[in-house]
């Protein structure tokens, strides 16, 4: 079965923390998104990536940093935290050219 | 980007017929797709509908797509209170050789027994 885990389900971070959420695919999917979700604004694209090392900015990546490193894992940065980045992330995996984009459970980012 | 507009909230009874309507603006998405987000969850690929066909039908699920106006819609027929979510319409884009997801703002689906 397909799966993507992100590593927290909640989080609660201090203003200015470095952050780091992670995301794991055992799929093998080449692409990996972040986006985050606030009520009202829906999905939001942070960074994407089609391959190892590489990276592309979304519609928001103002005040974030993505690594992918590995093919199955991919982290989103926080380098410091601000409140108005309290929110839920979501990652995501998917197949070159493939149109399901598959889904992890979320992390609820607190900043204080 | 520009937005996929979507209505925020739907209420409907059990065994009614549910539509969730949306508006994309991309005129040259191949694909557009309909998304479900259960409480506590991921999003979950629900049907998609290419570009060159006006309905799908799966199921309970239909896909009406009128690319004159840009507007998708998906017809939950007999609702049960466990189609109580999230709904998010998608349209792919393609920029500078990538294909991304361009999300709607998400449709709350409220069903009541």
């Known amino acids: 079965d397909v799966k993507v885990t992100q590593s927290s389900r909640y989080l609660v971070k201090r203003t200015g923390e470095k952050v780091f959420l992670e995301c794991v695919q055992d799929?093998?999917?080449?692409?990996m998104f972040w986006y985050r979700q606030d009520p009202g604004l829906g999905l939001r694209l942070i960074y994407f990536?089609?391959?190892?090392?590489?990276?592309e900015k979304g519609d928001i990546p103002e005040g974030y940093s993505v690594s992918r490193e590995k093919k199955e894992r991919f982290s989103l940065i926080l380098e410091s935290a601000s409140t108005n980045q309290t929110s839920m992330y979501l990652c995501a995996s998917s197949l070159p050219g493939v149109n399901e984009q598959f889904f992890g459970p979320g992390t609820r980012l607190t900043v204080l | 980007g520009e937005d996929v507009e979507q209505s925020l909230f739907l209420s409907v009874r059990e065994g009614d017929s549910s539509v969730i309507n949306c508006t994309y603006t991309d005129s040259s998405s191949t694909y557009l797709y309909w998304y479900k987000q259960e409480p506590g969850a991921g999003l979950q690929l629900l049907t998609y509908i290419f570009s060159n066909m006006d309905m799908k039908q799966d199921q309970r699920l239909t896909v009406l797509l009128n690319k004159k106006d840009k507007h998708l819609s998906l017809r939950i027929a007999d609702t049960q209170t466990g189609d109580s979510a999230i709904y998010f319409c998608a349209e792919k884009r393609e920029n500078s050789g990538y294909s991304t997801l361009t999300f709607g703002k998400g449709t709350m689906l409220l069903v009541s027994p």
């Open positions: 799929m093998d999917h080449e692409n």
């Open positions: 990536s089609y391959d190892v090392k590489m990276k």
